[in-house]
């Protein structure tokens, strides 16, 4: 509403009245704007009370087989409701035919959706990322990418995609334990989805793990600090291309928790990060040699 004062008595007592947009004075009852465009949510009312409005529909959402625009004719609960037989029948059969005149895409995106909510619960994935994997899924379904391939394989493919569009740090390990999927089959959806479907993900980048490793460690907020300088160090000199992702942030991590003074053995840091302590131990050589931080910790292990 534009007009804050009436132009008639200067007071600032104004009712919008919503049904025939129009901007009116209370004390003079001038009218003072028409057609006044409501902005608000839309509302749809369904009963005769104004206190019982209800939104005009639920949004479109790729978790949902029909992006929420289907209807569903009944569920169990209803049939309780039911006095006759005839009508009990009715419902079933009803239900039956709604069964039979769905597609084959449909049906396998009411299976295939559930599990993806259940991996991405376990995940702990936040909404975002539930959706884009949806979406992606829905895509390599409606391509016939699902062929030849488990539907559970397509969706932590699909869900690691998303992760990775969305810059959410999980690993294949962490997939492939939510899934029960072997990590091998993941990478390889993953890889194939993503080429059939065009979509661009940039590489990982090791800052992104960073945080949730040494919130699992219970590392102080000083050596998260010193391992994002360490990698940044380590980027500029190119020391993480061509390297895994959690390694080196788990590496970056182990020196700066010896440098800080915070006691981490390899193998707790590598059972965190998902990789073994070879690993940690060649990135951890790496760092120490190209970045030139051996002595620094030489002589915090003197103190």
């Not at 559970?152 to 699909?158: D, I, T």
């Not at 053995?265 to 965190?272: L, M």
């Amino acid at each position: 509403m534009q007009v804050k004062r009436c132009p008639e008595c200067g007071s600032t007592n104004l009712f919008w009245n919503r049904e025939k947009g129009e901007v009116i004075c209370r004390d003079c009852g001038l009218v003072i704007e028409d057609k006044v465009v409501d902005l608000e949510r839309e509302w749809r009312e369904f009963e005769s009370d104004d206190a019982s409005k209800r939104r005009a529909g639920a949004p479109s959402s790729y978790t949902q087989f029909d992006q929420g625009l289907g209807t569903e004719i009944g569920v169990k609960a209803d049939l309780y409701k039911l006095g006759s037989k005839s009508d009990r029948k009715k419902f079933f059969r009803l239900k039956k035919w709604q069964y039979r005149t769905s597609t084959a895409i449909e049906r396998n995106l009411k299976l295939a959706l559930a599990e993806l909510k259940r991996v991405s619960s376990f995940l702990k994935l936040p909404k975002t990322v539930e959706n884009e994997a949806a979406r992606i899924y829905t895509l390599a379904v409606q391509r016939g990418l699902v062929r030849g391939r488990s539907m559970e394989s397509v969706v932590a493919g699909s869900l690691y995609a998303a992760c990775r569009l969305s810059e959410v740090p999980r690993t294949l390990d962490e997939l492939s334990e939510a899934s029960g999927i072997e990590k091998k089959e993941i990478g390889r959806t993953y890889r194939f989805v993503t080429r059939i479907l065009e979509i661009n993900i940039m590489p990982s980048n090791p800052i992104d793990y960073i945080a949730r490793f040494a919130a699992t460690l219970g590392l102080s907020p000083e050596t998260q600090s010193k391992a994002i300088e360490i990698l940044d160090m380590a980027q500029k000199q190119e020391l993480t291309s061509g390297r895994g992702p959690t390694g080196i942030a788990a590496a970056a991590l182990y020196v700066a928790a010896l440098a800080n003074g915070e006691k981490k053995t390899q193998r707790e840091v590598a059972d965190v990060a998902g990789v073994t302590e070879v690993t940690i131990r060649n990135r951890y050589k790496e760092l120490l040699d190209k970045l030139k931080l051996g002595k620094n910790l030489k002589k915090l292990k003197k103190k």
